[in-house]
C-alpha cells in the first residue's frame, strides 16, 4: 500500500527521523551480542565456538548482503528495499527472543544481519527527498548513527543481562523493529529514480561467495589456527574468487558494482577510508572493553564489571553525536579534504592515549572520546563524498560497498587484536605490552587515512544524474 501523494509533502519532514532511528536499531543489533558472549555458553549449553559464530553470522550476512541490497534498492525501489531489511531484522529479534538454541539463535543472528543494508539505503533515500542544502548534513548525521548505536547497544545489552533474562533484550529490540518498519511505511515516500537492467545473479553469487572465503578464516582463524588447511585454502579461494568476480563486473553490461565508477580516485580513496577506520573505530570499543573488564594484578586491567565498563563508552556516543553536525560544517567551509584529515588527527590523538601504559581511569575515558571524535568526523565525510562522485542511481550500491567495506575493516580489526592479545597473555591476563600494540596497529590506520586523504578533491561537488563515465 503507497502513502497517497497528497500526504507525502507533511511526512517527508519526518524522513530523517525515521531512518536515523532504523539506523541506531541496525548498529545495536551489530553489537548487542558482544556483552552477552562470556555468558552465552552457560545460557544455550553450547561450546566457546559455536557463542562465537553469534557475532560471526551477522557480520557475514552484513557484509554479503549489503552490497545486494544496495543494489536491489537502486532497481526495484529504495523503500521496498528498506522494508524489507527492518522485516528480517525483526524476524531475527523475535526467533532469538523465543529461543535458547544454538543452531536458531546463529540463524536468527543471521537474519538480524540483513539490516547492515539500512544505513547505504537510508543515505540514497535523503538524497532523493531532501532539498540539496540540507542532504550533506542530514547524510553526516545518519552516518554517524553507526557510532552511536554501537556505544549505546553495549551497555544497553550490559544492563539487561544484569538485571533481567537475556531473552528481555530481544523482545525489546523486535518492538522497535516493528516500531521501525511501520514508520517507514507510512513516512518513507517511493523512489523516483529506478537504475535499469537486470540484477546480477551471477555477480551477486561471486561477490557472496568471496567474502564467505574472506571473511570466515579472518573470524575463525585464531581458533582454527593460522596456518591450519583451512583457514589457507579459504584465504587462497577468496583471492581466486575475487579476481574472477572482478573480470566477470568488467564484463557485465549491469553489474552488481560498478568496478569503473569505483575506481575513480574520488571513490576509490573513500573507501579505503572506510576500511581502514572501520578497523580504528572498532578497535576503540574492543580493545578498550576487554581492557577494562580485564582483572587488576600482574597484566593491565582496571577490574570493572560489564555494565561498569559499558558505561565508559558511551563517551562514544556523545562524540559521535555532537561532532556529526560538526563535520558537515567543516565540510561545507573547508571541503572534506580538510575534515577527513581532521577527522584522522583526532583518531591519531586518541590512539595515542589509549597506548600510555598505566594510566588512570578518566584518561581512559578521555581516549574513548577523542577517537570517537575522529570516527565521526570521517564517517560523517565519506557517505557525502560517496554521494557526490557517483549517479543518482548508484547511490544506494555504492554507499553499500562502504558500508561493506566498514565491516571488512571491523571484522579484519577483531582478529588482528584477538590474535595480539593472545600472544600477550598469561596465566594473570594480558599483559600491558599487549594493550599498547593492539592500539599502536589502530593507530597506524590512522595515519594511512591521514595521508590517502591528499588524494580526495579540495571541495565537493554533485555529479549529474547521468551515468555516464
Known amino acids: 500500500m503507497n502513502v497517497p501523494a497528497a500526504r507525502r509533502p507533511d511526512l517527508r519532514r519526518f524522513v530523517f527521523a525515521v531512518l536515523a532511528v532504523g539506523a541506531v536499531f541496525q548498529a545495536i543489533m551489530q553489537t548487542v551480542m558482544v556483552p552477552l558472549l562470556p555468558s552465552m555458553p552457560g545460557f544455550t549449553g553450547a561450546g566457546p565456538t559455536a557463542v562465537s559464530w553469534l557475532v560471526t553470522a551477522t557480520l557475514l550476512v552484513g557484509a554479503?548482503?549489503?552490497?545486494?541490497?544496495?543494489?536491489?534498492?537502486?532497481?526495484?525501489?529504495?523503500?521496498?528495499?528498506?522494508?524489507?531489511?527492518?522485516?528480517?531484522?525483526?524476524?531475527?529479534?523475535?526467533?532469538?527472543?523465543?529461543?535458547?538454541?544454538?543452531?536458531?539463535?546463529?540463524?536468527?543472528?543471521?537474519?538480524?544481519?540483513?539490516?547492515?543494508?539500512?544505513?547505504?539505503?537510508?543515505?540514497?533515500?535523503?538524497?532523493?527527498?531532501?532539498?540539496?542544502?540540507?542532504?550533506?548534513?542530514?547524510?553526516?548525521?545518519?552516518?554517524?548513527?553507526?557510532?552511536?548505536?554501537?556505544?549505546?547497544?553495549?551497555?544497553?545489552?550490559?544492563?539487561?543481562?544484569?538485571?533481567?533474562?537475556?531473552h528481555l533484550l530481544f523482545w525489546v529490540t523486535a518492538a522497535i523493529g516493528a516500531g521501525v518498519a511501520l514508520a517507514a511505511w507510512f513516512v518513507v515516500p517511493e523512489s523516483d529514480s529506478r537504475a535499469g537492467g537486470r540484477f546480477d545473479v551471477v555477480g551477486a553469487a561471486g561477490l557472496s561467495a568471496a567474502l564467505i572465503c574472506l571473511l570466515v578464516p579472518i573470524t575463525q582463524g585464531s581458533s582454527w589456527g593460522w596456518t591450519s588447511?583451512?583457514?589457507?585454502?579459504?584465504?587462497?579461494?577468496?583471492?581466486?574468487?575475487?579476481?574472477?568476480?572482478?573480470?566477470?563486473?568488467?564484463?557485465?553490461?549491469?553489474?552488481?558494482?560498478?568496478?569503473?565508477?569505483?575506481?575513480?580516485?574520488?571513490?576509490?580513496?573513500?573507501?579505503?577510508?572506510?576500511?581502514?577506520?572501520?578497523?580504528?573505530?572498532?578497535?576503540?570499543?574492543?580493545?578498550?572493553?576487554?581492557?577494562?573488564?580485564?582483572?587488576?594484578?600482574?597484566g593491565a586491567g582496571y577490574g570493572l564489571t560489564i555494565l561498569q565498563a559499558a558505561a565508559c563508552q558511551l563517551a562514544a556516543s556523545f562524540a559521535m553525536m555532537i561532532f556529526a553536525i560538526v563535520a558537515s560544517r567543516i565540510t561545507e567551509r573547508f571541503g572534506p579534504k580538510v575534515t577527513i584529515m581532521i577527522g584522522a588527527l583526532f583518531l591519531l590523538a586518541g590512539y595515542s592515549i589509549h597506548a600510555v601504559p598505566d594510566k588512570p581511569l578518566w584518561l581512559v575515558v578521555a581516549a574513548i572520546f577523542v577517537a570517537a571524535v575522529g570516527t565521526s568526523l570521517v564517517y560523517c565525510t565519506l557517505p557525502v563524498l560517496i554521494l557526490g562522485a557517483v549517479p543518482l542511481e548508484q547511490n544506494a550500491a555504492a554507499n553499500g560497498v562502504n558500508v561493506l567495506l566498514r565491516t571488512v575493516g571491523s571484522t579484519v580489526c577483531s582478529a588482528v587484536v584477538a590474535s595480539v592479545l593472545a600472544a600477550h597473555a598469561f596465566a594473570g591476563g594480558v599483559s600491558t605490552a599487549g594493550f599498547v600494540i593492539a592500539y599502536l596497529v589502530c593507530a597506524g590506520c590512522a595515519i594511512v587515512v591521514f595521508a590517502s586523504a591528499f588524494a580526495l578533491p579540495s571541495r565537493h561537488t554533485r555529479r549529474p544524474r547521468s551515468t555516464t563515465v
Open 229 to 298: 588447511p583451512a583457514v589457507v585454502s579459504m584465504a587462497a579461494s577468496a583471492v581466486v574468487l575475487f579476481g574472477i568476480w572482478g573480470f566477470q563486473q568488467l564484463r557485465n553490461r549491469n553489474p552488481l558494482v560498478d568496478l569503473r565508477v569505483a575506481a575513480r580516485r574520488s571513490v576509490l580513496t573513500p573507501h579505503l577510508s572506510a576500511l581502514l577506520v572501520g578497523f580504528a573505530f572498532y578497535g576503540n570499543t574492543l580493545i578498550t572493553t576487554q581492557l577494562l573488564q580485564a582483572p587488576r594484578g600482574e
Open 64 to 166: 554479503v548482503m549489503t552490497p545486494i541490497f544496495g543494489r536491489l534498492a537502486d532497481m526495484i525501489g529504495k523503500k521496498k528495499m528498506l522494508l524489507i531489511a527492518f522485516t528480517v531484522m525483526t524476524i531475527g529479534s523475535l526467533i532469538c527472543a523465543m529461543t535458547s538454541n544454538i543452531g536458531l539463535l546463529i540463524f536468527a543472528r543471521g537474519l538480524q544481519g540483513a539490516g547492515a543494508a539500512v544505513l547505504p539505503i537510508g543515505m540514497a533515500i535523503l538524497r532523493e527527498v531532501l532539498p540539496r542544502d540540507r542532504v550533506d548534513r542530514s547524510v553526516a548525521m545518519l552516518s554517524s548513527t553507526l557510532g552511536i548505536g554501537t556505544a549505546v547497544g553495549i551497555p544497553f545489552a550490559a544492563a539487561i543481562v544484569q538485571f533481567a533474562d537475556w
